[in-house]
């Protein structure tokens, strides 16, 4: 049992969403849990949600990963020494192998047990020769650890759950009432979250949209993609080039994005890569059947055919013939909103998570 409740989560920055949502949410976890909470992190770019969370936060060279010659990372592996010495600190707790690696170095000789949280490939080389344990966000991420060669018995799965209660639809009755306003609104609402730098599927999501448009025109459609980022006025351009612009509502990045998802019918999400899928897990929490490809650790977050419906990575026509096939059928929709609301009432809640990461800190 560790009984100085005192950890030091590490990254090298807060600033992509999904690595960003999940330490805060550990943190927040663990702090539910009566633990004491410090961040460490290489650049300060967006940790205003930490500090207004009351979370200390450290700025330590070397761990930035524009910062990677040997001496800065030896002056970072010294600072982080510096402050897991004066900060007592029983667990560190880092979330990309730069910070694992900086992190061990920084407590060798000292108390101190390290852990790694791997949310995606790209580091298995350097993992595999490191000593300390991993935790994998996906059974995927775990079988790709292993399959690159990182001994089993050193990964445990922790799904990157961190949903707040207040997230959660209450009830059957919070349930209900959100789908008699779902149901008495004549327009079919398909709702996807992502940031727009890289792919994350929007794309594709507008391609299907207009491909299903134009097999009933009549139909009342409006796909609603939440985020924003570098590739949002192309995106934007495509709509209007495939003629549906007037089916398509852009909004920019939400710090709420909850409103959106209780407006819609079914949540499409079309990344060719996710580890995990934490918004497939928020599109749950509210009560929505999610359309995605059966890739990466989807699988584990949304139950195909049950809670949502999975289609082979890039095939259009059948995440087409899934949408139709909801927008047809509203009460299939909220049946499977309904399993997807129980699932991650089970899986993928805040509380859940700060459980499964002290059981992880205990068997250090």
């Not at 702090?31 to 967006?46: F, I, K, M, N, T």
């Not at 209450?170 to 209900?176: E, N, T």
Request: proline share 4%; net charge positive; aromatic share 6%.
């Amino acid at each position: 049992m560790i009984t100085d409740k005192r950890v030091l989560l590490m990254r090298s920055d807060v600033r992509l969403a999904g690595p960003g949502v999940l330490m805060f949410g550990v943190a927040s976890a663990l702090r539910d849990r009566g633990w004491h909470v410090e961040v460490a992190v290489g650049s300060d770019a967006l940790t205003d949600r930490f500090t207004a969370a009351g979370f200390p936060v450290h700025l330590v060279p070397g761990l930035d990963l524009g910062d990677r010659t040997a001496i800065r990372m030896a002056k970072g592996a010294s600072a982080l020494r510096r402050i897991v010495k004066n900060g007592g600190h029983a667990i560190l707790h880092s979330f990309n192998a730069q910070a694992g690696l900086i992190g061990w170095l920084a407590s060798a000789g000292l108390k101190a047990k390290v852990v790694n949280t791997v949310l995606g490939a790209g580091k298995e080389g350097l993992l595999k020769r490191m000593p300390f344990k991993l935790i994998a966000v996906s059974d995927f991420v775990k079988r790709d650890l292993v399959r690159h060669g990182v001994p089993e018995e050193r990964i445990t799965t922790v799904y990157n759950g961190v949903l707040a209660p207040d997230q959660l639809l209450a009830d059957k009755g919070s349930f209900d009432a959100l789908w008699q306003a779902r149901r008495a609104d004549d327009t079919f609402r398909i709702v996807g979250i992502a940031m727009m730098n890289g792919d994350k599927g929007q794309r594709a999501s507008i391609d299907a949209v207009a491909r299903l448009a134009a097999l009933d025109p009549p139909r009342k459609l409006e796909l609603v993609l939440v985020g924003d980022g570098t590739r949002r006025p192309s995106l934007e351009e495509h709509a209007k080039t495939i003629g549906i612009a007037d089916r398509v509502r852009f909004t920019g990045a939400l710090s709420d994005v909850f409103p959106e998802l209780d407006r819609a019918h079914a949540f499409l999400h079309l990344s060719p890569q996710e580890t995990f899928g934490i918004v497939l897990a928020e599109a749950h929490a509210r009560g929505l059947p999610a359309v995605s490809y059966a890739i990466g650790g989807i699988p584990e977050v949304v139950s195909d055919q049950a809670s949502g419906i999975l289609v082979p990575l890039g095939d259009i026509d059948g995440v087409v013939a899934a949408l139709k096939r909801l927008a047809d059928d509203r009460a299939e929709c909220e049946t499977m909103g309904w399993h997807g609301l129980e699932r991650t009432r089970r899986l993928f809640m805040r509380e859940a998570l700060g459980e499964r990461i002290e059981s992880v800190y205990a068997a250090l």
